[in-house]
């Protein structure tokens, strides 16, 4: 399976597969958001064969400590259970860690993202931006981040 960043040829099949993934859902368009904003990182932007699946980690902040909000994570209806949002959570944590990133921070299943090393952010004293997100509030540490509040790029205050 090949994972590589989305390039602008893949804007449209990216926007395509996670409107399928999230059933037409705000995630397509805070994508569209995510790369006018300043916490977009490219590199942190990646598709697998072809565009079957798409992940995305922007700049995002524990207190004043820079750290990445994962997501969205999508993946085509008909490929899902096939290893490709595996494939893509492995490669984008991977690039992650190789750029010296000290967190990675997702609201998602725990049993799920567990499998990836993600830990209740609370275990750390990372609370989220909404309280009520705290039993799906997850984080995956590559280094030292003090305790604080996690604030997503600002794209993220739209939804």
């Not at 697998?48 to 820079?66: E, I």
């Not at 096939?82 to 991977?94: E, F, R």
């Not at 609201?107 to 993600?118: A, I, V």
């Not at 609370?127 to 590559?142: C, G, I």
């Amino acid at each position: 399976m090949l994972i590589r960043r989305e390039t602008p040829a893949d804007i449209d099949a990216i926007r395509t597969v996670t409107n399928l993934a999230f059933s037409d859902g705000p995630e397509a368009p805070l994508i569209d958001w995510l790369r006018e904003d300043e916490g977009w990182i490219p590199e942190l932007s990646l598709v697998a064969d072809g565009v079957l699946g798409h992940v995305v980690c922007t700049r995002g902040y524990v207190g004043d400590q820079p750290a990445l909000g994962l997501g969205p994570i999508a993946v085509h209806p008909e490929h899902q259970r096939d290893g490709i949002g595996s494939a893509l959570m492995h490669a984008v944590l991977g690039a992650a860690e190789a750029r010296g990133e000290r967190a990675v921070i997702l609201l998602g299943d725990p049993g799920y993202y567990s499998r990836f090393g993600f830990r209740l952010a609370s275990d750390f004293g990372i609370t989220p931006p909404d309280p009520s997100w705290k039993e799906h509030f997850q984080a995956r540490l590559f280094g030292d981040v003090e305790p604080g509040e996690f604030r997503y790029a600002e794209p993220f205050t739209r939804l």
